[in-house]
């Protein structure tokens, strides 16, 4: 070989060596190493500025989102309203901590110790995510509650970092117990249910702190898969799976000390109730609900506040008696109209409230046949008259003022008034002259008597003679409202609007002595940040017991032996009065035991109620009066809600008669006339039936003695007795109409 060659193989040899040494030089341990430990840094680093970037956010607009519960007074659910979230926060005290316990068990055991994270999972879980594999679990309660509360559902990497970090800071910031709490009451468990409360009444019927261990297992088992582990839909490979994976939760509270082996083989798997759509607004409910918001908005709590969600609210209604109304409506009207084929049955509405007389709670209200259907409710709505049940109260004025009739005579049940039908009142400014029932005319009657037979002319005299301002006193002070209500003596056929409301707080108040009775519905708005209590109602005694009782007396009369004999039963001590207002556009009947006061009326109602229309034909049973279809309801309702009867009786005292006319003498009457009591009975109805045939003429120029039986019984029908009239309808009661000169 020449030198020439020999430098080439030298060159060629060098280039080699230097090729292979720089690769190997590349790929050292200390090269790779520090590699390594760059890339750790930075990672460090990127997760640093992540740490310091990404700030704890306000709560997603889901997460703090309530619904509204309004219960019965028995503390069953009867609605829930909201913005489309089946959710009430409970605080994690309310929860029975054996049931926090299960939560744990089945989701992180380490919950107590950890960081609020958990690497593996997360870097699982991320890996998943960019290889398009989807979500997945193996987070911690921490980041779960992170997840729900603070972000959203999305399977995004930039979602699963976020939530790590915040986990993070959310660890360090908040105790275990409030994440927890946070946890259990923002999750979804399915049956529309977010949050424990929910889900507790969802599975179970039963609020979160009535929650035993093996229901709080399941709950927590079911949050893993709502859909597939609801045992009321699930598969048989759902069934037990979710078994296995309460059996699992249990399990876990053995190992972490929260169970004894002996308390976890006591234990049965809780086989849920089936689901139940969410109580809702239809049917009585809404009416309900919207009595309790008015009377929320007196009490401070705005509709602002409760859009806010989360409160509890808990009515003074009544559940079963609330259904024994609604049953009652149903048999003694609903059943018998016919809405779709009947002109004036579609025109039909019923309303009613139920009042406890000496607390004034409200137990029980019908507000029409459907608050979906018909949004105006029938209790509350004033724009009708509430008619002849007014009378009474112009008695009970008459009573407290102690006043006389036009000949001096002391007003009381036994006082006799002149009957004869379209009689002019004496003393009046402002002339009236009502016509009694079908033109009836009775002649010297007693007080109690035309009580009985609701007679026009006598309570037109009576008004006069207390004077029709004092008794607008009387009426106002009793919670008669003042609406449309002239100080002229029309009204004492009660041409004022009122509601079934508005009068049983009125009747209730007779039943308690005079006492004032202000009927209420809310017993308790409870909300996790606030408590708001009902008001206690003035209990003042806004007229005289003797006046109270006096009248109550009368009205007992009207059941025993008047227009109120639908009422009549043996069953309870009712005392009554029936109202028909011009025109038959309502009917009423109103009337109270010594547990109980109940008014309910018919309403007449056309053009989407804007008009109010004649009631005669309801059911083709001609005039639909105050005795008929509202008396029927109430005799019905009331023997249901006071449980098959009861042997309580009006306790009265200082009953007053009034100036008792002298017994008349054998030259003036027949020598087999009774002769007068000092005390009406009950019983104490005009001795003449009144006659189908109109008639001018007083049918008897002789008062016939008040405390007489009647000779005669009115007809009965099973179906629709024709029982004596209530005595108003009739043209001349409002104030500007025939019989009335306008003032």
Known sequence: MGRADARRAQAQESRGGKKSGGIRGLFTWKKLLGAFFGIVLLGMGAFGALYVYVDVPAANAMAERQSNVYKYSDGSVLARTGKGVNRQIVDLDEVPEKVQHAFVAAENKSFYKDQGVDLKGTTRALLNTVSGKGKQGGSTITQQYVKNYYLTQDPTVSRKLKELVISLKIDQ??????????????????????????????????????????????????????SQYDWNSATDTGKKLVKERWAYTLRNMVEMKWLTESEKAGLEFPVPQKPKPAQGMEGQAGYLVEAANKELEKQGVTAEDREAGGWTFTLTVDKKRQKELEKAVDDQLESKLDREGNKVDATVQAGATSVDPKTGKVVALYGGEDYIKHYISNATRQDYQPASTFKPLVLASALENESKT??????????????????????????????????????????????????????????????????????????????????????????????????????????????????????????????????????????????????????????????????????????????????????WFAGYTPELTTVVALFGEGDGGRKQVSLTGTANSGRASGSGFPARIWADYTLGALGGGSGKTFDLQDVEVGEVPAPPTPSDTPSEEPTPTEDPTPSDTPSETPSETPTDTPTSPTPPPPSSTPTTTPPTSPEFPPLPGDGDGQPGERPGSNGVAPQ
Request: no cysteine; proline share 5%.
């Open 406 to 587: 036009q000949d001096g005579s002391l007003i009381g049940l036994n006082t006799v008034y002149d009957g004869t039908s379209k009689r002019p009142v004496v003393g009046s400014d402002t002339p009236f002259a009502p016509q009694n029932q079908d033109d009836q005319s009775y002649g010297p009657i007693s007080v109690q008597k035309a009580l009985n037979s609701s007679v026009n002319s006598v309570f037109a005299q009576m008004i006069v003679d207390v004077s029709p301002a004092a008794v607008k006193e009387t009426a106002l002070a009793l919670g008669v409202p003042d609406k449309n209500f002239p100080e002229r003596p029309a009204v004492t056929l009660g041409t004022m609007n009122a509601s079934t409301w508005d009068m049983a707080g009125v009747y209730a108040t007779l039943d308690n002595h005079g006492r004032k009775v202000t009927p209420h519905i809310l017993q308790s708005a409870e909300h996790r940040d606030r408590t708001v209590n009902a008001e206690k109602p003035k209990r003042e005694q806004v007229i005289s017991r003797a006046s109270a009782d006096t009248v109550t007396k009368g009205l007992t009369g009207v059941v025993d032996a008047g227009s109120g004999g639908a009422a009549n039963s043996p069953a309870y001590d009712a005392a009554a009065k029936t109202g028909t207002s011009e025109n038959n556009k309502s009917a």
């Open 173 to 226: 910031q908040k105790s275990k117990d409030e994440i927890l709490a946070g946890y259990i009451n923002t999750a979804y468990y399915g049956r529309g249910a977010s949050g424990i409360q929910a889900a507790a009444q969802a599975y179970y019927g039963v609020d979160a702190k009535d929650l035993d261990v093996s229901q709080g297992a399941y709950l927590a088992s079911v949050l893993q898969a709502p």
